[in-house]
């Protein structure tokens, strides 16, 4: 059975940082391309970051271009987002997924979420 947990969520203040983890089991993550949603107060949920099956591959949204970083490390069936210079505008319930292809635009490939990490950039 297929499960993602998320992890490393918290209140932060801006500028500051954090390093989400999402933790797969019940299947391997090797394969497949995976990426980071987030979901903010009364908006929709869109794409953050994504990495492809071999690592070689990121996109980013414009928005946190330079400040995020997506990794992944198959060993652990894990990967991370670790989250720099955090802005008020970060804030969010955050979700990791496998996805169909890393591209600029990404989507769910199973149409599965685990229960997300709350972010929360404030002052």
């Known amino acids: 059975q297929l499960q993602l947990v998320e992890s490393g969520g918290g209140l932060v203040q801006p500028g500051g940082s954090l390093r989400l983890s999402c933790e797969a089991s019940g299947f391997t993550l090797d394969n497949y391309a995976i990426g980071w949603f987030r979901q903010a107060p009364g908006k929709g949920r869109e794409g953050v970051s994504c990495i492809n099956s071999r690592g070689d591959i990121t996109n980013y949204a414009d928005s946190v271009k330079g400040r995020f970083a997506i990794s992944r490390n198959d060993a652990r069936n894990s990967m991370y987002l670790q989250m720099n210079s955090l802005k008020h505008e970060d804030t969010a319930v955050y979700y990791c997924?496998?996805?169909?292809?890393?591209?600029?635009?990404?989507?769910?490939?199973?149409?599965?979420w685990g229960q997300g990490t709350q972010v929360t950039v404030s002052s």
């Open positions: 997924a496998v996805i169909r292809r890393c591209e600029t635009h990404f989507s769910n490939r199973f149409d599965y």
